[in-house]
Nanobody, 121 residues
Framework: QVQLVESGGGLVQAGGSLRLSCVAS????????MGWYRQAPGKQRELVAV???????NYADSVKDRFTISRDNAKKAVYLQMNSLKPEDTAVYYC???????????????WGQGTQVTVSS
């Protein structure tokens, strides 16, 4: 069983910063891409940022130059530094990881339970 647990969400004023963390645990052989998605009320879940096992990052246009994704492979963790937050960043943020539990099996995408980020104007 693999679990991803997010932390670091909360309430912040517009222009402020938050740092989200996500740590994976369980029977993990390796982790490929890891990423952050978000879902605002009444909207579909959308990609925020992803990072490959080699550290190559990609971002949604809406967060470029404000958010930074990083990972620590030894800790099986992925982070999201969010700066210059805007009210439209308000959402539940979910992390995921493409995880192999066995070298003979293809990777499977596990998700965390989500953490609420609220940005007040």
């Amino acid at each position: 069983q693999v679990q991803l647990v997010e932390s670091g969400g909360g309430l912040v004023q517009a222009g402020g910063s938050l740092r989200l963390s996500c740590v994976a645990s369980g029977s993990i052989f390796s982790m490929n891409g890891m990423g952050w998605y978000r879902q605002a009320p009444g909207k579909q879940r959308e990609l925020v940022a992803v990072v490959s096992s080699g550290g190559i990052a990609n971002y949604a246009d809406s967060v470029k130059d404000r958010f930074t994704i990083s990972r620590d492979n030894a800790k099986k963790a992925v982070y999201l530094q969010m700066n210059s937050l805007k009210p439209e960043d308000t959402a539940v943020y979910y992390c995921n990881g493409d995880t192999r539990i066995d070298p003979g099996r293809p990777p499977y995408r596990y998700w965390g339970q989500g953490t609420q980020v609220t940005v007040s104007s």
